[in-house]
């Protein structure tokens, strides 16, 4: 199956079902016929968008919303514990498993001053273009991560 297609699928399939997370998306993607490596489907969750949002019955996966603003703020902001820097870089800490998901958010907010992120299970490396934007850096993932 072409990724357009399996892509066009998850959407579906978030828009049809409750999916609390990955695991399950992959299940109901094997029902519908669609077998997907777990490192396929993290890549296509993270190039759609697909965030992992709290609503009345615990967490579920949810596409973004039409506005890219409008993100889940609240939800990123709770997963991230802290955030340091030294002089070349920042270091976003989050919940475990979550670092992805919080990297993802950063990158979507497309700010010039960020170089790029690298995610890992419960860390998020935020490159600045320049070292010397790193506070101008910081004060704007937290404005993004925080205000409601």
């Known amino acids: 199956m072409h990724k357009q297609a399996r892509q066009m699928k998850i959407k579906e399939i978030l828009n049809l079902h409750e ?7 992959l299940r ?51 997963e991230v514990l802290s955030i340091h820097s030294n002089e ?3 270091i976003v800490r989050t919940l475990p498993g979550r670092a992805h998901g919080v990297g993802s958010f950063i990158d979507q907010l497309k700010n010039p ?9 419960d860390t998020v ?6 070292v010397s934007q790193i506070s101008q850096v910081i004060s704007y993932i937290q404005e ?5």
């Not at 999916?19 to 998306?25: A, E, P, S, T």
């Not at 490396?125 to 320049?130: D, E, F, N, R």
């Not at 993004?144 to 409601?148: D, I, V, Y």
């Open 144 to 148: 993004n991560l925080f205000k409601n």
């Open 88 to 90: 070349t870089a920042i």
């Open 113 to 121: 001053m960020i170089l790029g992120t690298i995610a890992g299970d």
């Open 19 to 25: 999916v609390g997370n990955q695991h399950d998306l």
């Open 125 to 130: 490396l935020v490159i600045p273009v320049s």
């Open 28 to 78: 109901l993607l094997d029902e519908n016929g669609i077998k997907v490596a777990q490192a396929t489907l993290s890549r296509d969750c993270s190039e759609l968008g697909i965030v992992r949002s709290r609503g009345l019955k615990g967490y579920r996966l949810a596409l973004p919303e039409d506005n890219p603003g409008n993100i889940i703020k609240g939800l990123v902001g709770v």
